[in-house]
């Protein structure tokens, strides 16, 4: 028992000492196939997606904060206004809970057929050293996309009075939220009606938030008074919207193909082989998606 990660009970004659003392009780024996091959796996691939979703998440905010310094001269200067760069992991947190409670990589047809599924958690295949240095790499590079289209957009935005330090800060912070996001979507196996919900309302709850603090006159003199309007001078700008398809299409592009040049070539942690192993048809056949 000192030695377990997760300590199972199983209800018997001997009593429920047992199931008092353990992490997760079930009725009969053979519920315990269930519990490990589906639920188990599914729950681990979930908390490792979420964490290191979370890790990439706040790597990327960071490292826009870190390249800001050298633009303002190692000033002291903060890329985001406090306020709005307060709200990130309030309105990040949503697509990705939503995915740690939903998705689904195969379905439990196939695991429960195929128990050589469950080594990916057995042998941590999805939270090592190695998966959070691609995390960071990942995030190295959403990081560099979106610097070099706000800095060569710098220009046009400046040109329409939206080059100030206020606006350009809740410019890229929305192409934080959209890069995101995407990459959210991006990362879910299963897409249903909880998981797309929840990247919409983290979009609509961003949209209330500038409608509410920075072109509300009251709040931003008392908290920011240069933040007022700076929603209207950012959505007035033509190349923030070309920003706006362009930051999340070039991230994905280069997500795709560092993944596809994976699964060619590394096989990801032999993940890819054990269900080629598993099932006869085409890898990409097992991509579950609930409707």
């Not at 390249?67 to 985001?80: P, V």
């Not at 909880?194 to 603090?213: H, N």
Request: glycine share 6%; net charge negative.
């Amino acid at each position: 028992i000192q030695e377990a990660q997760v300590g199972v009970g199983i209800a018997g004659r001997e009593g429920r000492q047992a199931m008092n003392n353990s992490d997760f009780s079930i009725g009969q024996f053979r519920f315990l196939e269930r519990l490990l091959l589906v639920h188990g796996r599914w729950n681990y691939r979930r908390a490792c997606k979420f964490t290191l979703f979370t890790f990439w998440r706040n790597a990327v905010q960071v490292l826009c904060i870190f390249y800001y310094t050298f633009a303002s001269g190692f000033s002291g200067a903060c890329l985001f206004e406090d306020w709005l760069r307060l709200s990130f992991n309030f309105l990040c947190s949503f697509p990705i809970m939503a995915t740690g409670v939903f998705d689904q990589d195969v379905p439990e047809k196939v695991v429960l057929e195929n128990p050589k599924l469950y080594e990916v958690g057995r042998e941590g295949m999805d939270l090592n050293p190695l998966r959070m240095g691609k995390a960071l790499l990942s995030a190295l590079t959403h990081s560099i996309v979106v610097l070099f289209f706000t800095h060569t957009s710098f220009d046009s935005f400046d040109i329409l009075d939206s080059g100030d330090y206020y606006t350009l800060g809740t410019i890229v912070f929305s192409l934080l939220i959209v890069d995101i996001n995407v990459r959210v979507a991006m990362v879910n196996h299963t897409h249903n009606k909880y998981t797309v919900g929840s990247i919409m309302a983290s979009f609509f709850l961003y949209v209330v938030f500038l409608v509410l603090y920075p072109c509300n006159r009251l709040l931003t003199d008392a908290l920011a008074p240069d933040m007022y309007m700076t929603p209207y001078r950012m959505v007035i700008t033509p190349t923030f919207w070309l920003c706006c398809i362009a930051v999340p299409a070039v991230s994905s592009a280069v997500d795709a193909t560092v993944l596809m040049a994976g699964r060619t070539f590394f096989e990801r942690d032999g993940e890819l082989a054990n269900l080629r192993d598993a099932i006869s048809d085409d890898v990409g056949s097992i991509i579950f998606i609930e409707r």
